[in-house]
């Protein structure tokens, strides 16, 4: 089986690099004492293999080089507890955010109960107060041992209802009876700390490790504009499985205009039965589905797999129609083949903040259509997003604005992203943020940083003709409204490739 090949491989990498780079045991340990600590695949296997936990994994090139094993638990009258049990970085990318990354990766913006890791090494509890943006301290830990210590013996497989956990005023530890070396403690402490973030958490006894876990009721830490910049890109393929679990279904006003809308694509695209349109960020393939009901040949694709599988789940029932499928990203598929027409709806371009991202769609549209053959496209419309909201700011100057914002599960719930309650904007860059929650599926919910690019009718028209669109006209329209042109939440823009 494929997926059970790519585990077996995962799992041997993330065997060989805790065994070249966790550590060494200590004088001790009864095992093989200043030896590598080895752990063996089967291990690993056997510690993610239960419900709650989850194995993630950081890499550059391809090359394995950090990875975690955490658990997620929702704990009656509390909420969730997120512990990572065991967090292994390769040696050559140390003390360069890849821990924090990593864990940050994990969590998100979630609004867990508590977030944790039990560790013998100081940087990675660095690592969990930058991820979370709060300070491990003895006091707050202490009054939630009893708890956490449950949740421990519940989950884990080396801690126990007998295993002891130490939280006084200056220190806060577990005894796992883990023999790890610490001949080189002091000085990562020492390095881990400074004059204005002391060390909190005491020095370690032999076989203990640090108990450490930050809380949500905390004050946040403010951060620069590049940590914060970091941790939403970190965030992206979380993202992009949040968005996998969303149910568009009737709540979503939006989906209900599709014949309404290919009335007007087959209308402004002068398209006839026979002819050919792809489709970029075809969602669910409402537009392909109805295309080749009257008719035309539709190819859909979209970066989200679920999208497509429920696509091609529709696609199936009806197999006499013309439509087709696949997942990727179109900043980089290549296509062999050409098309009369295609669309690009509902602000696939503007989902990427950098304009050069959005640059390589067009771009790639513009190779993919027959000389002559148009282009349909819909942004958000910056104005009107501007002239309406509540919160303006410019993240250069004031970045933790964003820490601040409210979170909704709109996105997933209605779709109707245009409620100033729920959204800052970027007067300088045209970028809007949003706090959103997933609730959604069998997984446990997710908030997540979700941004994007509005745009005004000047920036959209010349950066369509940037990529080589000549562009025919562009039009403020509704969703639903398409015939209609007027302040609303976004814009058509027509073009010939």
Known sequence: MPGELALTETLKECSDLYSEHYGVWSECSKYRKGEKIKLSPSRIKKWINGNNAHLYQA?????????????????????????????????????????????????GWSNHFAWGVITANPYAVRALEKATRRRCTPIRIRKNRVKLH?????????????????VVADKSQINTEFFVNHSDLDVMIENASTDSVPWALGRLDEGWEWFAFTFNDQEQLKLTKDEIN???????????????????????????????????IVDVCDLKEGQRVLDIGCGIGRHCNELANRGIVAK??????????????????????????????????????????????????????????????????????NSGGKVLLSVMNYELTESNAKYKFVFDDTPNQILDLSSSSVMEDTGNIFDPDYYLVDISTHVVYRKELFKNGEKLPAELIVRDKRYTKKEITELCEMSG?????????GSGKWNESRGCPGFCVNGFS
């Open 59 to 107: 890499r550059i090139n391809g090359e394995l080089i950090a990875y975690a094993i955490a658990i997620m638990i929702k704990v009656k009258d509390y909420g969730v507890v997120s512990w990572v049990t065991q967090l292994v970085v390769h040696k050559s990318y140390r003390n360069i955010d890849v821990a924090k990354t990593l864990l940050f990766s994990i969590w």
């Open 230 to 264: 970091k941790m939403i890109d970190a965030s992206e393929e979380t993202t992009r499985e949040a968005y996998s679990r969303m149910i568009l279904d009737s709540n979503h006003k939006w989906l209900g205009h599709t014949h309404q809308e290919i009335d007007f």
């Open 150 to 166: 449950k949740v421990g013996k519940d989950n884990l497989p080396y801690v126990d209802e007998s295993t002891v956990i130490d």
């Open 300 to 369: 859909g694709i979209d970066y989200i797999k679920e999208f497509i599988a429920k696509a091609e789940s529709i696609a199936v029932n009806s197999s006499e129609l013309s439509q087709s499928y696949m997942v990727g990203d179109f900043r980089e598929i290549k296509l062999n083949e050409k098309y009369d027409a295609a669309i690009c709806l509902y602000d696939v371009i503007g989902s990427f903040i950098d304009d050069s991202d959005n640059l390589k769609i067009l771009k790639n549209i513009v190779s993919c259509v």
């Open 469 to 477: 669109l000549i562009v025919d006209w562009a039009r403020y329209v």
